[in-house]
C-alpha cells in the first residue's frame, strides 16, 4: 500500500483559487501516472486532470482553462491550481497515483473543496 496525502481543500467564495497538494510517501518516479478525481455528494467520482510520468497532462472539459496540474519529483508531490474557482467544483478531491510497474491505482483519503458566497 502507497500512503498518498492530500492537502490545501476549504471553504473559497466564487472566483477565487486554492492550490491542492498530494504528497506521496515514496517517489513519484515509481507512478507512471497521477491524477486528482473529484466526488460531489450524490455523483460519481470523475477525473478532473491527470499527469504522466513525462509530464503529459489531461483536463476534464469543465476545468480546463482553469485547472493546471503540475508535478514536484523533489517533493515527491503532485498539485492541483484551481482557479475562477464555481459552486460546481464543490467535491471532496481526491489524489490518485498508478503503479509503473504494476498500474495498481492507489487513492489518497480526499479533502474537501466548498466554492460558496
Known amino acids: 500500500q502507497v500512503q498518498l496525502v492530500e492537502s490545501g481543500g476549504g471553504l473559497v467564495q466564487p472566483g477565487g483559487s486554492l492550490r491542492l497538494s498530494c504528497v506521496a510517501a515514496r517517489s513519484i518516479a515509481s507512478f507512471r501516472y497521477m491524477a486528482w478525481h473529484r466526488q460531489a455528494p450524490g455523483k460519481a467520482r470523475e477525473l478532473v486532470a491527470g499527469i504522466t510520468s513525462d509530464d503529459k497532462t489531461n483536463y476534464s472539459d469543465s476545468v480546463k482553462g482553469r485547472f493546471t496540474i503540475s508535478r514536484d519529483g523533489a517533493k515527491n508531490t503532485v498539485y492541483l491550481q484551481m482557479n475562477r474557482l464555481k459552486p460546481d467544483d464543490t467535491a471532496v478531491y481526491y489524489c490518485?497515483?498508478?503503479?509503473?510497474?504494476?498500474?495498481?491505482?492507489?487513492w489518497g483519503q480526499g479533502t474537501q473543496v466548498n466554492v460558496s458566497s
Open positions: 490518485k497515483a498508478t503503479g509503473i510497474y504494476t498500474s495498481v491505482d492507489y
